[in-house]
């Protein structure tokens, strides 16, 4: 049973930056691939970026390309969004998710596993 929990949310003023982790537990996380989503209020749940299962390959929304960077480390069961150059805009409960390739998400669909999710928060 695959569980994922994030961490790393907060409060950040705009043009800062922040870092989110997402733990993986269960099997064959180096063989996964990770993706990042995020829920505004009173929005749908979007795409924000995901990661192959190598780390060789990378896909961003075009909302957070340039300032958005996700990556893993699999011997750490961990995949990391680093947030630059934050906007307001970029304020959602952000969640984190797996699937077993990366074309869940280049055809706009997702993994089977998420997490509960992180608040992030920016300020103006």
């Known amino acids: 049973q695959v569980q994922l929990v994030e961490s790393g949310g907060g409060l950040v003023q705009a043009g800062g930056s922040l870092i989110l982790s997402c733990a993986f537990s269960g099997q064959f996380f180096s063989r996964r691939s990770m993706g990042w989503f995020r829920q505004a209020q009173g929005m749908e749940r979007e795409f924000v970026a995901a990661i192959s299962w190598s780390g060789g390959s990378t896909y961003y929304a075009d909302s957070v390309k340039g300032r958005f960077t996700i990556s893993r480390v699999n011997a750490q069961n961990t995949v990391y969004l680093q947030m630059d150059s934050m906007k307001p805009e970029d304020t959602a409960v952000y969640y984190c998710?797996?699937?077993?390739?990366?074309?869940?998400?280049?055809?706009?669909?997702?993994?089977?596993?998420w997490g509960r999710g992180t608040q992030v928060t920016v300020s103006s």
């Open positions: 998710n797996s699937a077993g390739t990366l074309n869940y998400y280049y055809t706009g669909g997702s993994g089977e596993y």
